[in-house]
């Protein structure tokens, strides 16, 4: 581990504990600190975006939260609303360690077709809690997530060391992050659009309008050509797309 990056930005090691209701709900709380990474071995009620479940089950998948304060990255704060990205880059070079994978605007990792992390960034008047599931060692999802969901155990056949995972996925946050508060996002387009989930390719928006997914901008807004040849700019929000089939 490079011990330099990794230690400007974390300011204590990682707390972790065996069961919890969720990563973001102890996070959130005001007194906890800044910077400090708190880690779950299973969840009673982990949740994603839009309030959907996050499948939680012991010892098979990572579950992180962590604050931070809005004026950290010393923009406004309209500025900020690509953090799930610049985050996303950090935990898809994680999993590359152990086999390929995409990002899938605005929050989402995946393996192929599948879904192997999630990423939720709630905001409170002050600070900015992100939250991050990834499925390490999960051999099994219930029948509703079957079509959706994958691990990295389930693609490779190779299990995944928990704390060898953490310690790579903290040491690339860290350098994502400083590097989103020194540079701002302009560096992360090109490497998301090289690795963006159906780039190229027919979309679905809300269930509701099909279009052409182009990539993203220099804000992290999705680009999407319309079937009426309009050029739409997504924002972040509770926006949702799929790949037409």
């Known amino acids: 581990m490079r011990s ?61 939260s962590f604050k931070i304060p809005k004026d950290f990255f010393g923009v406004e704060p309209e500025d900020l609303t690509p953090l799930s990205l610049v985050v996303g880059c950090a935990v898809s070079e994680t999993v590359d360690g152990y086999t390929f994978s995409k990002i899938k605007w605005p929050n989402d990792i995946y393996i192929g077709g599948k879904k192997v992390s999630g990423i939720l960034v709630e905001a409170t008047p002050r600070d900015l809690v992100v ?57 992360f387009v090109e490497r998301i659009n090289r690795k963006l989930l159906w780039r190229n390719k027919r979309i679905v928006i809300d269930n509701r309008e099909c279009g052409l997914l182009l990539g993203i901008d220099d804000r992290g807004r999705a680009l999407v050509k319309t079937c009426f040849k309009q050029l739409k700019r997504l924002s972040y929000g509770d926006i949702s797309i799929r790949e037409k089939r």
């Open 4 to 64: 330099g990056t990794f230690l400007e930005i974390w300011r204590s090691a990682p707390e972790v504990v065996e069961k919890v209701s969720s990563t973001q709900d102890v996070v959130k709380s005001k007194d906890f600190p800044h910077f400090t990474p708190f880690v779950a071995l299973s969840q009673e009620k982990g949740r994603g975006r839009r309030g959907n479940v996050w499948f939680s089950p012991p010892g098979e998948g990572l579950y992180l």
């Open 131 to 187: 939250g991050i599931g990834v499925n390490l060692n999960t051999v099994s999802f219930p029948p509703e997530l079957k079509p959706y969901a994958t691990s990295i155990y389930m693609e490779t056949q190779q299990r995944v060391d928990f704390y060898e995972f953490l310690n790579l996925l903290l040491e690339n946050l860290s350098v994502e992050l400083l590097k989103f508060k020194v540079e701002g996002f302009k560096p």
